[in-house]
C-alpha cells in the first residue's frame, strides 16, 4: 500500500492527472487541478500524501498536498454514495478548511457548487461528513431538532421519529418520501441516528 511519493514531477495532463517519478519508477497520480497547479513544472521535485485506491479491475494513486487534505478525501469516501472522483471534485471546490466551514455552517448552497452534487445529495453529506471530521462546536443532534437554516428553530417534536421527520422535511423531502423514509425505524435509538439511517434509505431508494 502507497501512502505517499517524493520524487520529480514528469508529467502533468488536464483531466488532472500527474506523472511522478521516484528511484527510476513513473507513477501516475489523480489529483485536483489546483494541487497539478502547485507542483509547479516538470522537473520539480515533488512530495504527495497518497491515497492507495484499489476496486477488483483498477488500481488508482489519488495524490494530496497535505495528510489533512488525505484525510479529509478519505472520509468523503466512507459516505454513502460517495466515490473517489465525487470526492476528489469536492475538495477540488471546497479545500479542507473550506470544508469544515461549509459543514459548520450548514451551507446547503456551498455543497451544491460541485459539479454533480445536488440539494438532496449536499443535504445527506452533510449530515453524514459533520459525524467523521473533526468541526468544533458541531452539534450534528441540531439538524434533527430542526435547526437546518431552512426552517424555523421552534419547539421540539414530541419523539425522535417526531424531530427526524421535521428535519427531513427541512430538507426538502415530500411527505411520501419522508414517510418511506421512517418506515420500520427503531424507537429506541436518539435523533442523529434515526436521521443517519433514514438518509441512508432514501439514498438507496
Known sequence: MIGSLRGTLLARWPDGEVLVEVAGVGYRVT?????????????????????????????????????????????????????????????????????????????????????????????????ELKSRLDVPGLDTAALAGGATGTGAVGARAASPLGDVRDALANLGYGPDEVAEAVRDLPDEADSSELLRLALQKLAAA
Do not use: M, Q
Request: proline share 6%; aromatic share 4%.
Open 31 to 127: 489529483v485536483t487541478a489546483a494541487t497539478a497547479l502547485d507542483l509547479g513544472e516538470p522537473g520539480h521535485e515533488v512530495f504527495l500524501h497518497v491515497h492507495h485506491h484499489r476496486r477488483d479491475d483498477a488500481e488508482t494513486l489519488y495524490g494530496f498536498p497535505t495528510a489533512d487534505e488525505r484525510l479529509v478525501f478519505e472520509a468523503l469516501l466512507s459516505a454513502h454514495g460517495v466515490g473517489p472522483s465525487l470526492a476528489l471534485a469536492i475538495l477540488g471546490v471546497h479545500p479542507p478548511a473550506s470544508l469544515l466551514r461549509v459543514l459548520a455552517d450548514d451551507d446547503l448552497a456551498a455543497l451544491c457548487l460541485v459539479p454533480g452534487v445536488g440539494k438532496k445529495t449536499a443535504a445527506r453529506l452533510l449530515v
